[in-house]
């Protein structure tokens, strides 16, 4: 979660929402990135998303089944469908998406879903707020 942390740092220094993920596969990091939207203008460059298309390309498989995503951020809808549709087995994000009502954890234990997947939230809860939270104070004050 650490390295998903310096991730969204990096979001923030290029004033983007800053979200950043990781994705493991065997215990190392096979792929890391954070949240592109403004920059590239694509409303699908979160940092989910890149990270999964990273870790896919590495290792020339749509199939992510012995891999886990670190996200700073409850990740949204589109990113949960890509997580699932990856087959990543584990989901481990720090804040909690205030507007989300845990759908990260309704989704993974959704037995009409042909995967299930492990969640686990609230890893660094503080350390991903504070970042997120001073990104919007400062966006809101400009």
């Known amino acids: ?34 949240n592109k939207r403004e920059n590239k203008q694509l409303a699908t460059a979160h940092a989910e998303i890149l990270a999964i298309e990273k870790a896919c390309r590495k290792l020339r498989s749509w199939r992510l089944d012995n891999c886990e995503i670190y996200v700073t951020l409850e990740p949204c809808l589109m990113c949960l469908g890509a997580i699932l549709n990856s087959r990543i087995r584990k989901l481990v994000f720090g804040a909690y998406d205030s507007k989300g009502e845990n759908k990260a954890f309704y989704l993974s234990k959704n037995n009409s879903l042909n995967h299930n997947i492990e969640t686990v939230g609230g890893v660094l809860e503080n350390q991903c707020k504070e970042i997120l939270n001073d990104f919007f104070k400062s966006v809101r004050k400009n």
């Open 1 to 34: 979660m650490l390295e998903a942390i310096n991730q969204a740092f990096k979001a923030k220094k290029r004033k983007e929402v800053p979200i950043g993920a990781v994705i493991v596969c065997d215990g190392k990091i096979i792929a890391k990135a954070y």
